[in-house]
């Protein structure tokens, strides 16, 4: 059993190589996890040169529990758990949705997704469509998504269509212009706060934190989609982290 406390810079540490090993540069890591490129490109190398990640030697009750950690956030607590693309998928998926008045339930997804399960397990089972025709009324919203495949097939687009209005097309690897990234950091970090033991107390613990979300928080990240735009033409397309 692992000790609650858990070194959270060992556990960056490796969510730096999962996501380098998914192909995401330096800069996109170092802009995820709020922290310098060159501390990223450090270990990075680090971890190419020697295969390891602790910055020295270990004795050996430190190396069996460095070794088991490393394979339980291996198998757990990897980056793909807080980003609902396809391309983060590993073990557990999570899919949520939000704007200035509505929440859905936090969906859970064990294994890949496809149309089917895209339109059955997560648009269906969140009521997304329906929360916010209640809200807003039919076609007055637009729903966002990033352009996975499975959110753009053609079955999909026609079944969004029928019922609401959908922003598309939508740039790649675009989080600057999508507030739910910033959601998917905030529930990071609260994670990293208490190690979970196993793969339920995993998935309670994610539906716990996106459930005490404030509305304050909502709000905010809600009304800052006009200032986003803004900044990312007058940016030319460069990020605006740090800028709003």
Known sequence: MLENQVNTKQILRFKIIESYNQR???RQIAEYLNISQRQVVYWI???NNEGRLSSKKRGRKKKEKSEQLEQFIT??????????????????????????????????IKGNVNTEVYLE???????????????????????????????????????LNRRCMVLDPWPPNSPDLNPIENLWSIMDKKLLKTLPTNEHNFIELLKNIWDNICWETLEKLSLSMKKRIELVIQREGESINGFY
């Open 24 to 26: 995401y540069s330096t």
């Open 45 to 47: 190398q680090k971890w």
């Open 75 to 108: 198998q757990k607590t990897i980056d793909s758990v807080f980003d609902e693309k396809e391309k983060f998928s590993k073990k557990i998926l999570i899919w949520g949705a939000f704007s200035h008045d509505i929440q859905t339930d936090l969906i859970i």
């Open 121 to 159: 397990e997560i648009i269906k089972k969140s009521r997304v469509i329906e929360l916010a025709n209640e809200e807003y009324g039919s076609l007055h919203w637009i729903f966002q998504q990033d352009g996975a495949r499975p959110h753009t097939s053609k079955k999909t687009m026609k079944c």
